[in-house]
């Protein structure tokens, strides 16, 4: 009996003392979590999403509504589940952006307006080890597409 209260005395000390050399064991999934995540303000995308262009005098006008994926750059290999969770939104998914612009191109001039994705932009420091207590470094930008940009010109 004394010798099994001996070691119930002796286990949480140990683990207590136990100092963890990797934030997960070898061979497995490593565990990440975002912390200090701050909004970084709007951003407008540079993939043309939607176009169009026409003679002068002329009205364009260009409706959108488009499914756009949400994108992340890392410096570090996390999985997006965990960014998510940091973020407190999907970064895995697509979503619908729609706006509506209008162009008056003057007479003898040919006009364009082109549509680009809006994004919010927002940045986490990623942490590792089972509870994110372990910190890396290392960043991670998230961007929601919200709504749309237009370039219009007229030459």
């Not at 998914?93 to 509506?100: D, G, K, Q």
């Not at 162009?103 to 420091?125: N, R, S």
């Not at 749309?148 to 030459?155: I, L």
Request: aromatic share 10%.
């Amino acid at each position: 009996m004394k010798r099994t209260a001996d070691l119930a005395k002796s286990a949480p000390q140990l683990a207590e003392t136990a100092s963890p050399i990797s934030p997960a064991p070898t061979g497995t999934e490593a565990y990440y979590k975002l912390k200090n995540v701050q909004y970084q303000g709007q951003t407008c995308g540079t993939n043309v999403i939607q176009q169009t262009s026409g003679q002068g005098k002329t009205t364009l006008v260009l409706s959108v509504e488009e499914g756009v994926a949400a994108t992340v750059h890392k410096e570090i290999g996390i999985d997006l589940k965990y960014v998510s969770a940091g973020m407190g939104w999907d970064v895995t998914r697509s979503y619908t952006v729609r706006n509506e612009t209008r162009f008056e191109v003057p007479d003898g001039k040919w006009g364009t307006i082109q549509a680009f994705p809006l994004f919010e932009t927002y940045q986490g420091e990623a942490w590792s080890g089972a509870g994110g207590e372990f910190p890396t470094g290392r960043r991670v930008w998230a961007y929601k597409p919200v709504g749309v940009c237009f370039n219009q010109w007229a030459q």
